[in-house]
């Protein structure tokens, strides 16, 4: 039998970067031949095996044909008679198609590493159009790399968008790749190539709604929402943010869409307007809680966050309250990243100035600077204790707020 290194480890060596998974093909063998050889199944559909040793896996070369809708509707076969290049040919895209026998040598029989170079994303075959979560892996892969699709490529997503094929998709496949794109260098690359192939209307229909959408005239009137959220998204990228952040980034101002354009100008106006799409979005790719929490947070509070010199001490604190920032400040804190990642997610303001983030995170160390403990002590009646604690927080709030006020009448 020959054993060939393929896939994603000799996509990454040759872009000159760091292989982490090692996946390998045995063509000639049986599997038989790998029990016999000590390598352990662990595969349910076809014959994947463990290394004994390394622990990597080995799957026997195959082949597949469609049988059914969706991702699960393959039929393998897996032969000794199965050829290296008809294993490589049912893969998604060419520049994972390509191998590397035992010296090292490259099998490039789909030109895979001319795409590689020249920056393209083209599917092997025809076969490409018969998994739907292909879609989404080519859109992660834009997302990684930069690289453009081939259109012969874009036409046919296209046509699975239109044949139905992304209908079929199950919600832990559309989040495994989604989340996965979301922490790619470039995750907005991953919303535009949705877009184009027309699979983000069915996705994500929520975000999708927000093109066309004018932004505030006094935010970034050039661009529509859409385009915003794409920046504020990017931005939370170049920033390092982390998976909860992005998501909450990207489904940030969903309102937008669904609320009239006379409202737009007056604040508060869409982000409570977003949180039934945003729940809705939530349940149907059973997002992660700690995902699905903050965003909804997020778009709850970001532009009362942004307008806190406009807010009362008292609606100060019961944000502070219904935000959980006393028993979380450290989910409060990402709840402010993202904030700052919608001002500054807009051309030209990626360096605004936020004093609203350090001014939040003083006013919650004030507010937490009592001894809830005595407070309570203090009470004749245990119905009393919730309001006197309130008390003494806002007692701590106001003067902080109100040279914050202060500081920002001096600075205009």
């Given amino acids: 039998m020959d054993i060939y290194l393929v896939g994603g480890a000799v996509r990454d060596k040759y872009l000159q970067r760091a292989v982490t998974d090692r996946d390998w093909v045995v063509v000639g063998a049986t599997a038989q031949n790998m029990l016999d050889a000590g390598y352990k199944p662990v595969g349910k559909d076809f014959p994947v095996f463990l290394h004994p040793q390394t622990q990597e896996e080995y799957a026997l070369a195959r082949t597949e044909r469609k ?54 994303l083209r599917h ?5 159009a018969e998994d739907p979560v292909r879609i989404l892996r080519i859109a992660r892969f834009a997302a990684r ?11 046919l997503m296209q046509k699975m968008v239109a044949n139905g094929e992304v209908a079929a998709l199950v919600a832990e496949r559309v989040w495994q790749e989604l989340s996965k794109g979301l922490m790619e260098q470039q995750p907005r690359l991953m919303i535009e190539t949705l877009r184009e ?11 999708d709604a927000l093109f066309g959408v004018p932004q505030r ?18 931005y939370a990228a170049d920033h390092d943010y982390s998976l909860e952040e992005r998501y ?44 699905a929490q903050l965003a909804v947070l997020s778009c709850t509070y970001h532009i009362r966050i942004h307008s806190v010199s406009q807010l009362k001490p008292a609606t100060i604190l ?12 450290e989910r409060f804190e ?43 002590q203090n009470q004749s009646s245990p119905d009393q204790i919730a309001s006197a604690i309130d008390e003494a927080r806002l007692r701590q709030i106001i003067p902080v707020h109100n040279a914050y006020l202060q500081s920002q009448a001096q600075s205009h």
């Fill in 318 to 329: 019961n944000i502070l309250k219904k935000t959980d920032a006393f028993r979380r400040p």
């Fill in 248 to 291: 909450a980034a990207l489904t940030h101002d969903l309102g937008k869409a669904c609320t009239p354009q006379h409202v737009l100008p007056h604040h508060y106006g869409h982000d409570l307007a977003g949180i039934k799409p945003l729940e809705n979005l939530n349940r149907r790719w059973h997002i992660p809680k700690a995902c």
């Fill in 124 to 128: 092997v075959s025809p076969a490409f």
């Fill in 334 to 376: 990402k709840i402010l990243r993202v904030c700052l990642a919608d001002i500054r997610g807009r051309k030209g303001f990626e360096h605004q100035q936020y004093p609203q983030h350090q001014h939040w995170l003083q006013l919650l160390a004030a507010a937490s600077n009592i001894d809830a403990q005595a407070i309570a």
């Fill in 145 to 155: 790399y930069g690289f453009r699709i081939a259109p012969e490529t874009m036409i």
């Fill in 217 to 234: 005239a006094d935010y970034h009137p050039e661009v529509d929402s859409g385009e915003h959220t794409l920046l504020t998204l990017q």
């Fill in 67 to 120: 049988i059914a809708a969706g991702y699960g509707g393959f039929q393998f076969y897996a032969d000794p008679n199965v050829t290296l290049e008809q294993d490589l040919m049912r893969r998604d895209l060419t520049i994972n198609a390509m191998a590397e026998d035992a010296q090292g040598n490259l099998i490039d029989p789909y030109h895979g590493l001319k795409d590689l170079q020249q920056g393209i």
């Fill in 197 to 207: 192939c027309g699979a983000l209307k069915i996705i994500l229909p929520e975000l």
